[in-house]
């Protein structure tokens, strides 16, 4: 059904080519422009409802109020094993979407749809994270189609009934055939049922594709769990922290982030910068003074030769 989705917009897409050539009005663009303007009007009258703020000031603020309800929105990882942080914050969008519905999150279920590729790489959700992590695992749908087209058509088909408040698209890299094609087709899906569609995308450079925004996410080294008297439990590890790079948006260069993840809130919270930048694969294991070279050794190690551990017996 994926293959059929395909072949008809590219039939009216050379059908809109001959009706140039002809000379004659191309139905379908004027359709499209006719729908365009009345998702103007109906954003202008109703964007504060299709908007998740993340309660960043200045990240909302660069976002237009919040992530779009109505779009895609992309999260990336450069590497496949920071697919942790990657999952990880779209889980948190999901939860968060869930706290502002303000309904039974029992009534809301989330729909996680990850390609063959991606789930032997990555692995799946885990039922007792996703309870430690704000979700209720009971009302958590996943779905593993062996096909990428598979997939794209149960994304659309979900996005279509109307049935999830959000959908979890999961691919790794950047497959031929999800592109740029396939992401509009999802994008006008989204707007026309006003459903949000998250695409995570593992292990994958950036490309032209139909989502409002595209985050870089990375993980960040967490900070002590703090005690109930204000101070800091040395040793312990706290909630979980993303490193946050909007790439894509109407700024005009990428903004960096360091947020905090509180699961039992369900929000984010800004940490500063200053506090330790650097990833945990760019500091030294250890942070004392570095000891000084040996003086009474060469510094340059001697060539391998043809040495026995042990005196020949015979």
């Known amino acids: 059904m994926a293959q059929s989705a395909v072949t008809r917009e590219r039939l009216f897409a050379l059908r809109e080519t001959i009706a140039k050539l002809e000379g004659k009005p191309a139905p379908a663009l004027a359709a499209a422009q006719g729908e365009a303007l009345a998702e103007k009007d109906l954003s202008t009258k109703n964007d504060s409802g299709l908007r998740l703020p993340l309660g960043i000031p200045a990240l909302d603020e660069a976002v237009d109020g919040g992530l779009p309800l109505d779009g895609i929105t992309e999260v990336r990882s450069d590497l496949l094993r920071e697919a942790g942080a990657g999952s990880g914050f779209v889980l948190a969008l999901a939860a968060m979407l869930q706290r502002q519905t303000g309904e039974n999150p029992a009534s809301l279920p989330i729909l ?133 790079t909007l790439e894509k948006s109407r700024n005009p260069a990428p903004l960096s982030f360091l947020l905090e993840w509180n699961p039992h809130d369900r929000r984010f919270f800004a940490i500063s910068q200053s506090v330790n930048p650097r990833l945990p694969d760019e500091r030294a294991a250890h942070s004392g003074t570095p000891l000084s070279a040996s003086s009474n050794r060469p510094d340059i190690k001697k060539e391998m030769g043809a040495l026995l551990a042990f005196a020949r017996t015979s």
């Open 112 to 244: 996680w749809i990850a390609d063959m590729v991606s789930t032997m790489e990555a692995g799946i959700p885990y039922a007792v994270g996703l309870r430690d992590f704000g979700l209720g695992p009971d009302q958590f749908f996943y779905a593993s189609p062996r096909k990428l087209e598979d997939a794209l058509w149960l994304a659309e088909a979900a996005i279509e009934s109307g049935v999830f408040p959000a959908t979890i698209l999961e691919v790794r890299g950047n497959p031929k055939p999800f592109g740029l094609t396939e992401s509009r087709r999802l994008s006008l899906r989204a707007k026309a049922v006003k459903r949000p569609l998250f695409l995570l995308r593992q292990a994958g450079e950036e490309e032209a594709s139909s989502a409002c925004f595209r985050f870089l996410v990375a993980p960040a080294p967490a900070q002590a769990r703090p005690l109930p008297d204000g101070t800091m439990l040395g040793g312990s590890i706290g909630n979980p922290v993303f490193h946050l």
